[in-house]
């Protein structure tokens, strides 16, 4: 079984939509999600566009990296470069480190509907990445 955590800054938005698309391709994935700043609840609108996906993340809450310090991990993934900058060194064993960087849509301006369309666009974008990833490293391992 694979350890993943997923790093973002605020673990509201990013991370835990990664989080939610690596636990719907491989229920025997062990995932994880945890930011460097945590916010104080996972976005509304992050909660929304997974459900649109098909994948409940409303149950999630954002989490500080200092409670894995010590765990080992298989793979650390970075998906801001603000975590990528400021990603702490893990005293447990981390096999990978791999960035993979998106938008962050809590800062989408505009409209409703405008605000939702960067929050879909950046929710496919991460689900096609890191469906790469899956195929790349997981099922390569299989």
């Known amino acids: 079984m694979k350890r993943i955590l997923i790093l973002c800054t605020g673990n509201s938005c990013r991370s835990q939509m ?3 698309f690596l636990k719907s391709f ?5 995932v994880y999600s945890a930011g460097t700043n945590p916010s104080a609840h996972v976005h509304p609108k992050a909660i929304q566009v997974m459900k649109e996906a098909g ?3 409303s149950d999630g809450y954002p989490k500080d990296v200092d409670q894995f310090i010590n765990e080992s991990f298989d793979y650390v993934i970075t998906v801001c470069d603000h975590a990528k900058e400021t990603c702490p060194i893990f005293n447990g064993s981390v096999k990978k480190r791999l960035h993979i960087g ?3 849509p809590a800062e989408a301006t505009g ?3 405008e ?3 960067v929050f879909r666009r950046v929710r ?3 689900k096609d990445a890191f469906y790469q990833f899956y195929r790349k490293e997981i099922k390569k391992g299989i």
């Open 18 to 20: 990664a989080e939610g």
């Open 26 to 30: 491989d229920s025997s994935l062990i």
């Open 55 to 57: 994948i409940d993340i």
């Open 102 to 104: 998106f938008e962050d």
């Open 111 to 113: 409209s409703e509907e």
């Open 115 to 117: 605000v939702l369309s």
């Open 124 to 126: 496919d974008e991460i």
